[in-house]
């Protein structure tokens, strides 16, 4: 299980000028997402008091990629990903603007809330699949894997310092102007964006006339079908319905469970975020995707056993370490299992079958954080986490008695061909 760490491999891909000027505009759209994301939860909690309530919100912001990620992931293939990328950004600021002025005027109410996060959520799921696809355009092949973590790890290093700052200016100043920062982050992104600059890239064009839906359905059959493939994407289903809802909900944990306000929401939710970082860092350092099958299971079980742990805890300083350990399974197994879908994919697919794993990531949660805040209206927010949990360590089992064939499959090609050679891609022979 272990693998080597090599810095050197992360200051290499950050030295790709696009991918390094992407990476710095994406830190700052995403402390201003994970801004709103704890303005937004506290909120929704401080107006209903209700873990259906979060449930919803949670759905609205998630949700929406269950129905558009696949006609999304269609159009990642056939459009200009970098304009689209830029498009969504403009769409984000004007929405996450309008939500900070109402809230000024006093107008914002949990119905207001929950229809401004469908909306920023249906932005954020079509432009999903482009954002995933779009990594590949920014490195080569041979640092593909190191991106993905790379981008996780800011991800999550957002997801700590964006909490932190929002604990902080909701104490001070008020939800509201988490709110508005959210909307001014988007112009970060943009302004990032507009300085990269791509080769002309050749869009796929059916040879004959193809519907959307036809294509749609083409890149989840693709997806779901492909050996190994259509049981790491089964497999990260389980955690996204089992035990990723459990970010979603912290707001009641941290309000309900162990008594406390928007500065204990903050922390938990850092405390994910310190851990993800390690995970990303676990991974990003790895010469090559042999082993990455093993690493994957081992991650899906830490992540049932932290979870489990923390479900039992009774406060807050207890829980903060629970979910440090359980953020960096959280966000390994992510990486793991996008990188086993991307390196095993060709291009002319990519979209599409990205889109269905952003369908699952997002898709996910938003049913789990569902149902279990409606259970937790009545049996509490433990139970249905417990649940979880088992449901998630019967399914890593089960994948566990396949990994031989799966590793076949998945990593066979970038095995050395001879003793002590490097890991070889198959378009990379002769």
């Not at 319905?241 to 309000?255: Q, S």
Request: hydrophobic residues 55%; positive net charge; contains cysteine.
């Amino acid at each position: 299980m272990a693998a080597s760490f090599q810095f050197g491999k992360i200051l290499q891909t950050l030295a790709h000028r696009n991918f390094g000027v992407y990476v710095a505009g994406n830190v700052g759209s995403l402390i201003g997402t994970w801004m709103q994301r704890i303005a937004a939860g506290w909120f929704t909690w401080e107006l209903t008091q209700s873990a259906t309530w979060l449930g919803l919100v949670a759905f609205a912001d998630l949700f929406p990629a269950v129905v558009i990620a696949p006609f999304a992931g269609v159009a990642a293939d056939r459009w200009d990903r970098l304009k689209m990328m830029k498009l969504a950004q403009i769409l984000g600021f004007l929405i996450g603007g309008v939500l900070a002025l109402l809230f000024f005027a006093g107008q914002v109410t949990v119905w207001t809330l929950l229809i401004v996060t469908l909306m920023l959520g249906t932005v954020d799921a079509f432009v999903q699949p482009f954002r995933l696809a779009f990594v590949s355009a920014l490195v080569p092949r041979s640092d593909l894997t190191t991106a993905v973590a790379i981008k996780s790890i800011t991800f999550n290093l957002a997801r700590f310092v964006g909490p932190a700052i929002a604990g902080i200016v909701i104490a001070t100043v008020g939800v509201g102007w988490a709110f508005a920062a959210n909307a001014l982050s988007f112009l970060v992104l943009l302004g990032a964006l507009l300085m990269v600059r791509l080769a002309p890239v050749a869009r796929t064009v059916p040879t004959k006339k193809v519907s959307v839906i036809a294509d749609a359905i083409e890149g989840v059959r693709h997806a779901v079908s492909t050996p190994g493939i259509g049981i790491v994407l089964g497999l990260l289903s389980v955690t996204c319905l089992a035990g990723r809802p459990v970010v979603e909900l912290l707001p009641g944990w941290a309000g309900e469970i162990f008594s406390g306000n928007a500065s204990d929401l903050a922390a938990l939710t850092s405390a994910v975020g310190i851990g993800a970082v390690f995970g990303g860092l676990w991974l990003a350092g790895r010469p090559s995707i042999v082993g990455l099958v093993r690493a994957y299971l081992f991650c899906c079980l830490g992540m049932a056993l932290s979870l489990l742990a923390f479900s039992l805890s009774f406060h807050t300083l207890v829980a903060l370490p629970t979910m440090v350990v359980s953020g960096f399974f959280l966000v390994a197994s992510a990486i793991c299992a996008q990188t086993l879908v991307q390196v095993n994919v060709e291009d002319g697919l990519r979209g599409r079958v990205l889109s269905v794993y952003a369908m699952i990531l997002r898709g996910g949660p938003a049913v789990g954080a569902l149902i279990m805040g409606y259970m937790g209206d009545f049996v509490g927010l433990r139970w249905p986490l417990i649940g979880g949990c088992v449901i998630l360590l019967v399914a890593t089992g089960l994948v566990f008695l396949r990994r031989r064939g799966i590793e076949d499959v998945l990593e066979g090609r970038f095995k050395p061909t001879e003793p002590g050679s490097p890991p070889v891609l198959d378009d990379e022979r002769g």
